[in-house]
């Protein structure tokens, strides 16, 4: 990743990037993200809790994720990808960042091999209860700034 094609930003770009998750995908022409959803997070981000990390090859935009923060924890929304690995580019570094704040839990919202492959682990309900007990705070965390990526 260090010496890839690809370099990061953060909070840099959360309106595109949300916007190219809610695209229609190869599998079907259908998108969960409405305008009304959109324009909510658009909101969370402005208020400090909405956050994304987005993919770059040179100047464009070609992956990213995004989520929201509450307290040590980041909730992933959803990601994209125009290029092969884009997207995994995002979640490494979110993971990055996520150690370098002090979150101590990212929701990935839905299993997959994929995520697993990529180190996420399914924890029971209970767990994920007392986890978001003991680290979900309601302060926004503000703008993710970041010099390197």
């Known amino acids: ?3 890839g094609p690809f370099s990061t930003r953060l909070d840099h770009a959360f309106g595109a990037t949300i916007r190219c998750c809610a695209a229609p995908r190869r599998s079907g022409p259908d998108t969960w993200l409405n305008t009304e959803m959109i324009d909510s997070y658009d909101q969370l981000h402005e208020l400090g ?3 994304s990390v987005e993919t770059y090859r040179d100047a464009q935009l070609v992956g990213g994720l995004y989520g929201i923060q509450l307290g040590q924890v980041f909730f ?5 990808s125009l290029e092969r690995d884009a997207s995994k580019v995002a979640l490494a570094r979110l993971v990055e960042e ?3 704040r002090d979150i101590k839990v990212i929701d990935c919202q839905v299993a997959s091999t994929h995520l ?6 399914e924890v029971s309900r209970s767990l ?11 302060e926004p965390a503000l703008k993710w700034v970041a010099t390197t990526g």
Request: hydrophobic share 45%.
């Open 128 to 138: 994920f209860v007392a986890l978001l007990r003991q680290y979900a705070k309601r």
């Open 98 to 100: 996520c150690c370098a």
């Open 116 to 121: 697993a492959g990529l180190g996420a682990r």
């Open 49 to 51: 809790f909405g956050h």
């Open 76 to 80: 992933g929304e959803s990601m994209f």
């Open 1 to 3: 990743m260090r010496h």
